[in-house]
Every structure is written in structure tokens, then in C-alpha cells.
């Protein structure tokens, strides 16, 4: 690839951010006093006023039109997973039947989409339409495809959330408050807001569109329902930061530039460990940011793909045995003075503004352990989630080698040292001395300190990371205020604090685990612990109803109980029709696809059989492909019949989703399961120009 000279580089720092309303653009365009109260609004949380927004409006149209924009959407996260937006054009036309170009500060702070249509978990009936839309200032406005798209909330008619966004700007508000709460105690008294900040890595697998278009499994369900494992596969370690190949190459410099106009700092991309997969990993925002950024890296991948004939795979695993896609939230705690509050300092052991936060952390991780379970629930997720390729279903929490000795050293009588990092030589005069980390990283634990964030491991590729993040904030929030609460109570802080640190080291020390949590041996072990291993969604989905979960979400303003009994709704709902969707789908393929093709490849076989028989009177290699497709076919066709059957049982359930849940998971989908075995080894059997659709081999391994 050939070097970048100056030009390119300054073209690139002009591109950047070209598309977006940002900080920048409203410094030059808005007048100073509208300007600054509006940065009041986005920093400290002030009421946003209804005349600044009139001004920001008739300037942010202004700005989009010189952008090519003609329409203007509210851009919102319902609870479907992915966006949704209307579109509205700015022609207003005048009494003389010309038209003129507006926008308001009241189309600006509220829209109005139809509820109805949109999961509500009962919350909306199908004659109750009516929705808001309210402008989050927070995140930037953009322009993109030739519409201005503002990021919103969205809300019911009377009030609740139907969306991912509201309950994420609740958590971070009310984690504000609380860690303020701590700080302040500990004489820090000049921060203003703390904000959490992520980092989502982005796994993904990139096909070609002309074998995508020919798996109807993979059109209408985003994984294969059907395949037979290929000959090879990821394990020889050859793929995982690997040559990028020409054509992928070219699409991810196209993605990097799409995704740059729009202020998405996409900073690393390579090849992951599975073949055809790869990952993108942007720089770290603020949490309402980066989760509207991942949604929009999420779509953007999809239509670059497809201007280079491939198709980007989003499902956490598309193929069976080869490694799933996940999303690691990398998670942090800021202030607006500039501290990192998980920043351990070159003396952790006496840092301890850090050993409270981590300690506030340590224990809502594990009070909640099925709450963030639950956050990262999802049928794709199912698949994923306790294989040698992803953190088990167990929650569970890596220090590291330092911290944990600093928690043994406090829980035994008072931690005195930190063990240093030092450095690593690499045994030649040609290579440098290295700087070693104070601790090793462990890629099997679904939530580990990387030195100065957690990586929550467990979300999936295709879920948005809100669920994970305003749980993470409520959680924290809430040990925080357990805390300040006591804190505020007593004379000698100090003491208190080492009482409470040792405290939490004491009881919740279970929940950290630095070994291999892939292994047999942990499960074991987590289980003598105590530790929940929650194996799949519909057993998840239970912590939303859990009286505690209830009381946390409530207190802090998060959601309401009404609010987190329809998600448990929605929750149940989204499970069934997915499993339902792919059931249907393995039968239409079975029926429309497999059986006629192997019974066309049985009946040829038939007749060569008879020749064979007639040319030399020995036929017996033949007799013994065929009584082995006569078998499976047998086979699948039993279990085609079954799975038929079972989906008429869980259909026939429908008004009690948990129960209608349940039998997806036990009937439908172990059925499912069993119709594959057979297809798959009939795959194996019958002559590939017979086989209906492309094999794993020709997906994974043709571009």
C-alpha cells in the first residue's frame, strides 16, 4: 500500500468530522451567548432553553442545507436493537406557491413517531399511536445520505421509555451523582460531572454477496441454519492478524473514511481469529456518544460492504464451529477535570480515590452479576456464550496479578507496596528493552481490568451497548451511593474508608477469578463460590423481574417498574420470534432445497447403480452410499416432522411469553439442532453439484 504523502494527511484531518455538528462548527456559526448557554446545557445538565434551541435550529438547517441535506430526521434507538427514522423535508410552502426552507426549535426538541408499530411490551396498544421523539444535545447532530439526523430519545405518550437512550442518559446522570457524592468527600472539590466513558471493539465477518444472496438462512436470520464443518477452519492461527486481503483492505479504507465524515474515530482494524472475520475498534467518547457512533459503525459496515459486492455478517456466530462475533465495551469513569478514576497510579496501593471506585465496582459486579448478565442475554448471544471462544455464562472479574495482591495485602492488614511492572528483554542486542505491564491480560474473562478501564467481554456483535452501559452505570451508581451514604455519616473518613475497602475485599472477593475461565475446573469452582451461571437469554430475562433489580432501577431513576416489565416482555418476545423465524426457515429450506436435492442425487444414484450392476455385477461401494443417504434421509426427514410439530406446540402457547419462551428453547430449538446434524452430514454424502446452496468452505475462504 503506498505511503501517505501531506496532502493525503491534511485531506484526511479535513474529512474528519466534515459531516457532523460539532463543537467546532457551533463555536463558528452560533452566536456566542446562544453558543454557550447550549455548552452549558451539554456539559453541566442545565435546562436547555427553548429560544437557544430556535437559534441552534435556523443555524444547524443553514449548515445542513450547504451540506446537500434537504430532509431532517429524529434518529432514535427503539428497542428492536437497531435505529429507526422519519424523514421530513425543510420546504414550507408560502401563500404565492413558492416554497421556502425552515426548521424550528420545536422541530428540533420534538418529533413525533407512531409507538404502535414499535416493541412497547404492552406498554402501547396497537390503537394508541402517539410517541415522542426528544433532541438529545449531548450527542452531535450529522448529516448523512441527504438528510440532517438528529439523535434522540424516545418516549411513549405518557412518559416511559421505549427506547435504549433514555435509560442510558438516566444511568449516566445518576452515576454522576453519586460518584460527585464520593468525590467530594474524598476534598475533591472542583470537578463538575463525571461521565462514563466506551470504547466498543467491533467484531464482524465480510462474505461475498453473490454466495450470501444464495442462503436464505443467512437473508433472513443473519446466521447458516445449515453446513457442514469445512475441511479447514481457524485452527492454524493463520488468519487472526493476518494479511489483510485486497479486497477487504479496500472496503475497510472506505468504511474508515465514511466513518470519519461522521466524527467515528475508527482507529484499529484487522483480521480476528476466525476466518472471513475481522474487527474495528474506535478511540474512546463519552457513553451516549459512543453508543450512537457503534450504531452507526454497525449500519455504515453494511452499505460499504455492499458498494464491494460483500455483505458484513453482524450475528454473533453466522457459522457454527468457528468463533462467534462479540463487542468488547471497554468502560471507564471520567471527570470533567480530566481524571481517569480507574487510573491506578505508579502506587495503587495508596491511591485511594482509585481503591474506592474499584471497590464500588468489585462489589456491584458482584450484587448484579444478573443484571449484566442479562444485559449481554440475546439468542444470537446464546450460541456464543460459554465456548472456547468467548467468557463462560458466569460473571466473573480479572485483576490481575498486582491488584490482587493489593487486595490480599489489605484484606491481611494494610497494603504496603505495589509490585512494578519493570521491563523485558528480548535476548539480542537488535531488539529494545521493553516496558512490561504490571499485569498479563485475560481474553477468557467476561469482565477484566486492562489497566485503566474493565473490558466487559460478554455483549454480543449485533447488540447495541446501551443495555450494557446503563446497567453498568446504575450499578455502580448505586455502590457509590451505599458509600457516600455511610461516608457522609461519620467523623474519621479515613477510617471508614479502610473499613469499607476491606469490607468488600472480605465479601465479595468470590467474584474475582484470574485463571482460565474457559475451563471445566472454573465451573466447578465458581459454583462452590456461589457464582450464578445463567446458560442461556431465557433463563436471563428472569433478573429483570428480580425484586432487587426492580428496587435499584427505581431508585436511581433508570426505569421504572412499569418500564422494566415491558423490557421483560420485549425480552421474551424478541427470543420467541427469532427462534420462531429460524425454525421456519430451516423447514422452508428443508423442504424447498435439501429433500429435492437429495432426492434427486438418490434417485441418479439409483440408476448408476443399475448400470454398474449390469457392466461388471458389483455395485457394492454404490449400495453403501446410498443405504447410508437412505438412513440420514430417513432421519431427517423424522426430524423435519418434529420440528414441524414443536413449532405448533410453542406457537399454540401464545399470551404466556415465559412459557411460550421456554418451549422454544427446550423444544424448538434442540429440534432445530437435531434436523441440522442431519443435514449436514447429508451435505457431506451427495455430489456438491447436487448440494442447493454454498458450503462453508466456498463463504469463508473465496474472497
Partial sequence: MPQSNGNEITALVDIYGSNVFNDPVMRQTLPKEIYKSLRQTIEDGSPLDPQVAEVVASVMKDWAIGKGATHFTHWFQPMTGITAEKHDSFISPTTDGRMIMEFSGKELIKGEPDASSFPSGGLRATFEARGYTAWDCTSPAFVKDGSLYIPTAFASYTGEALDKKTPLLRSMDALNRQALRVLRILGNKTTKRVTTTVGPEQEYFIIDKKLFDQREDLILTGRTLFGAKPPKGQELEDHYFGHIKDRIAAFMADLDTELWKLGVAAKTKHNEVAPAQHE????????????????????????????????????????????????????????????????????????????????????????????????????????????????????????????????????????????????????????????????????????????????????????????????????????????????????????????????????????????????????????????????????????????????????????????????????YEIYIKTVNIEALTMVEMSKRLILPAVIGYRADLATSIGSVLAIDGNADVEKALFAQISESMKSFSANLSKLEKTIKTATGLHGDTKAQAEAYRDLVFKTMGELRKDADLLETLIDAEYWPMPTYSQLLFNI
Avoid at 465456548?387 to 492488614?413: H, K, R, V, W, Y
Avoid at 507496596?417 to 512490561?436: E, F, V
Wanted: proline share 4%; aromatic share 6%; hydrophobic share 40%.
Fill in 280 to 571: 474495528l475498534a474506535p478511540i474512546f467518547t463519552t457513553t451516549n456518544i459512543a453508543t450512537d457512533h457503534n450504531q452507526l459503525t454497525m449500519e455504515t459496515m453494511k452499505k460499504v460492504a455492499l458498494r464491494h459486492g460483500l455483505v458484513c455478517l453482524l450475528h454473533e456466530k453466522p457459522f457454527a464451529g468457528i468463533n462467534g462475533s462479540g463487542k468488547h465495551n471497554n468502560w471507564s469513569m471520567s471527570t470533567s477535570d480530566g481524571q481517569n478514576l480507574l487510573e491506578p497510579g505508579k502506587t495503587p496501593h495508596d491511591n485511594i480515590q482509585f481503591l474506592v471506585f474499584l471497590s464500588a465496582i468489585i462489589k456491584g459486579v458482584d450484587e448484579y452479576a444478573d443484571l449484566l448478565r442479562v444485559s449481554a442475554a440475546s439468542p444470537g448471544n446464546d450460541h456464543r456464550l460459554g465456548a472456547n471462544e468467548a467468557p463462560p455464562a458466569i460473571i466473573s472479574m480479572f485483576l490481575g496479578e498486582q491488584l490482587t495482591d493489593i487486595l490480599t495485602q489489605i484484606e491481611a492488614g494494610g497494603a504496603t507496596k505495589s509490585k512494578p511492572g519493570g521491563t523485558m528483554q528480548l535476548g539480542t542486542s537488535s531488539l529494545p528493552s521493553l516496558p512490561k505491564d504490571t499485569t498479563d491480560r485475560n481474553r477468557t474473562s467476561p469482565f477484566a481490568f486492562t489497566g485503566n478501564k474493565f473490558e466487559f467481554r460478554m455483549v454480543g456483535s449485533m447488540q447495541s451497548i446501551a443495555g450494557a452501559n446503563f446497567c453498568l452505570n446504575t450499578i455502580v451508581a448505586e455502590i457509590l451511593c451505599q458509600f457516600a451514604d455511610r461516608l457522609e455519616k461519620v467523623s474519621n473518613v479515613q477510617k471508614e474508608i479502610s473499613a469499607i475497602i476491606l469490607e468488600v475485599i472480605k465479601d465479595h472477593k468470590r467474584v474475582i477469578f484470574n485463571g482460565n475461565n474457559y475451563s471445566e475446573e472454573w465451573v466447578a469452582e465458581a459454583k462452590k463460590r456461589g457464582l450464578p451461571n445463567i446458560k442461556n437469554t431465557v433463563d436471563a430475562i428472569a433478573a429483570i423481574r428480580a425484586e432487587k433489580n426492580l428496587i435499584l432501577m427505581e431508585k436511581h431513576g433508570v426505569l421504572s417498574r412499569v418500564e422494566m416489565e415491558s423490557r421483560c416482555e420485549i425480552n
